[in-house]
């Protein structure tokens, strides 16, 4: 009876233990590719107009902290290429969004006005309508 | 009695399973239980490798021109509000005891007197208005620019305060509204955020030299690497007697005038 | 105890009624403020920093001045402080959440008021100043409800409250000295760049706070019947009288160092304030104004006929204002 307790005990905090690893080992995974190529951040890195940075359902949910993460490395680290996980390559910039969507002057405001969000990026920055 | 300790010790394991994963999730957004990290190549610049610092040559500063100050505040949509109180101005001439009030004033040549003196942001190597900030809205660049990061700066004017050359402006107002010959390459600011000249890191980027540099019909200006021995500011500075403004406070300024 | 504040006579409710005509004043005022910008405070780019600071300044002293009553009552069991302990403290109170307000409305950007929790930048002062502050006021707060609480019932207070008070001693000190700290770390602003700044705002503060106290007990006592006391009021004055006399040194150590060394940067300023600097002399009436009523007080409060109340009242007054403009 106190084998079969002792057992189940070491059941339970075996299973949490691998729970736990699992949780842990997952926290510091980066990426596949570990070396980076080396690029010159002088050079204006070119926009491939043919697809977006990532799939239109993560940019929709994520494109928040996307923009935040981009404002971060971009201003305050110096880090301004954005590699896609295709490989291709990217300003961390507002441009290289509007570069893209160019086409339609209402971009950001017709998903933003019917969800009602009112971000202040265009306290700023110049908006799809303020740019030719 | 075994079963209530099993029972607290379940309880308190999947808390904190549950308290470790989501602090996880919460803490490092590339862990997410959906599995959508986007790998970002991490290319941080080498801190204290390059540091700008930009060399005026006063004798060459023409009677009246301001090329130099027009181009600057043309690039960087800065507005014109045309009156004193309000103005923002990142780039501007001044007369001798202004730009130098703690070098000598007696007998001071009607020349150097009359000739004009640009005023600009020195980015310290080892800047006050840094040190004060409360929010890290302006900090200390890789490169030596004394960056304005206008996303977190609360608008308390702290940094304006601990300047002690002066080359810090408030919105005051809306700057849209005065802003009258607008571009769209670079943002504008908004109501409530300090801004000074950024060395125009933005132009520095796409390897240009900064906006001042490159209208001044005369030459004036030099900007390059202080770090680099043989750029050509150096080889200025070596061959020059040049001044610096309050260099007794110790903030280490990265702009030289030639007197 | 909330209910004690909702009973009272019409002059009562008359003063009530002034006092939301202020605020609602004012929450107008910054409205406009919000909307077109700081611009309508007057500043601008060669002033940035206005009545907003000075008013924050100020009251932070008063804030720190409540130690004046807690460190003789609490610590040396002073017991003519008896009554006018809990006034203090709430008193610090008030002043502290004033203080943190003028901090709010003078920020270009409040709702990025957080940033200063989210990005702690441990060198800047701003950020420590926030730290003390904030702690400085939950502490008196909790402490003189606490205190106040268990008088109203009749029962001696919890055990944590004293040394949360015995804490807040020390803090008070702090909070004025890192205010203070502000100023004078700045490399460029000769007027305050010196070690005598912190000395100078403790010493004003107290005075200034102390004289408060003397007429903020005065007008319980003639509104409300709630006397502290005649030995309580004299004992401050005292505090204050000496206090005072040590801002006064303190002042005067400033301009010997300035006027004596001849150094520009540190003469100017005191010139422009007192004396006027190439025409400009719009602070000149102030400044010896503050002075002038300072030593008014200080010549009636060395005087044995303080004890007339009306006397003390006014002269508490002229000791106060002008130990804000300073």
Redesign the interface.
Known sequence: MEVM?MSK?LL?IFA?TA??LF??L??F?????ET?PP?S????VAIDSSKC??PAS?MR??HM?VLY?W?N?S???????????NGSKYEKSLNTCLGCHSNNRLFCFNCHSYANVKP?CW????SPM??? | MMNEQRREFIKKTALGVLVGLGAASGLVPAFSLEKTVLPVWDEKPVPGKIRWGMLIDTRKCKEGCQQCAAACHHAHNVPDFRNKKDEIKWLWQNPYQKVFPTASQQFVSKEIQDRSYLALCNHCAESPCTKACPTEATFKRWDGIVAMDYHRCIGCRFCMAACPYGSRSFNWQDPRTAIHDPVTTYPTREQGVVEKCNFCSDRLVKGQQPACTEACPEQALTFGDLNDPRSDIRLLLEANETMQRKPELGTKPSVFYII | MIEKALKGNRSYWIWIAFLIAVIANGLSAYDQQRWFGLTVTGMGRDISWGLYIAQFTFLVGVAASAVMVVLPYYLHHQNEFAKTVIIGEFMAVSATLMSMLFILADMGRPDRLLNIMLYPSPHSMVFWDLLVLSGYLLMNLVSSWAMLGAERKGVPPKAWVKPLIYLSIPWAFSVHTVTAFLYAGMPGRHLWLTAVLAPRFLASAFAAGTALLILVSLILKRTTGFDTGNEARTKLAVLATYTGLANFFFLGTEFFTAFYSNVPAHKESLQYLFFGLEGKCQFVPLMWFSLISRCGFHHRSSCPGIKKINAMACWCLFSSCPLHLD
């Open positions: 307790m005990k339970w949490v729970m736990m949780a842990v997952n926290v995974r980066k990426g596949e590719a980076p690029l951040v002088h050079k204006s940075i990532a993560f949910a994520n902290q993460e404002r490395s201003v305050r680290t110096g880090n301004r290429v954005y590699i896609a996980s202040k306290n700023c920055h110049l303020e740019t030719p």
